[in-house]
Nanobody, 134 residues
Framework: VQLQAFEGGLVQPGGSLRLSCAASGITLDDYSIGWFRQAPEKEREGLSCIRGSDGDTYYGDSVKGRFTISRDNAKNTVYLQMNSLNPEDTAVYYC????????????????????????????WGQGTQLTVSS
């Protein structure tokens, strides 16, 4: 399994950006994929998840209404569209395949619990840096 997040960059406050997560060795229909971020000196934070079986989407409270997760099965790629970006969104962004026992729905009640579970059992790709600054 290989996941690679890319297309980060420098964005001005209020701007938008779409991150991509290219997957190889798996079929997106079979696995749920989550997006996470980690800012300097902060814990890794679960943001969004798309369930493999049916494509249902889930969001953490910190990004609900601003970020949108989607996937293109033909390209085996998961996206994270980010709008209304602010400097607090500056972080390294990661995507991960959820492992055994992890569920996208955990995001509905605890971003931290979701993240800890995926850290223990998921498959992670290299991150991509997003900087929001004027």
């Amino acid at each position: 399994v290989q996941l690679q997040a890319f297309e980060g960059g420098l964005v001005q406050p209020g701007g938008s950006l779409r991150l991509s997560c290219a997957a190889s060795g798996i079929t997106l229909d079979d696995y749920s994929i989550g997006w996470f971020r980690q800012a300097p000196e902060k814990e890794r934070e679960g943001l969004s998840c798309i369930r493999g079986s049916d494509g249902d989407t889930y969001y953490g409270d910190s990004v609900k209404g601003r970020f949108t997760i989607s996937r293109d099965n033909a390209k085996n790629t998961v996206y994270l569209q980010m709008n209304s970006l602010n400097p607090e969104d500056t972080a390294v962004y990661y995507c991960a395949r959820l492992g055994p026992g992890s569920r996208c729905s955990t995001l509905l009640y605890s971003q931290r619990a979701f993240t800890l579970k995926v850290l223990r059992t998921g498959s992670w790709g290299q991150g991509t840096q997003l900087t929001v600054s004027s």
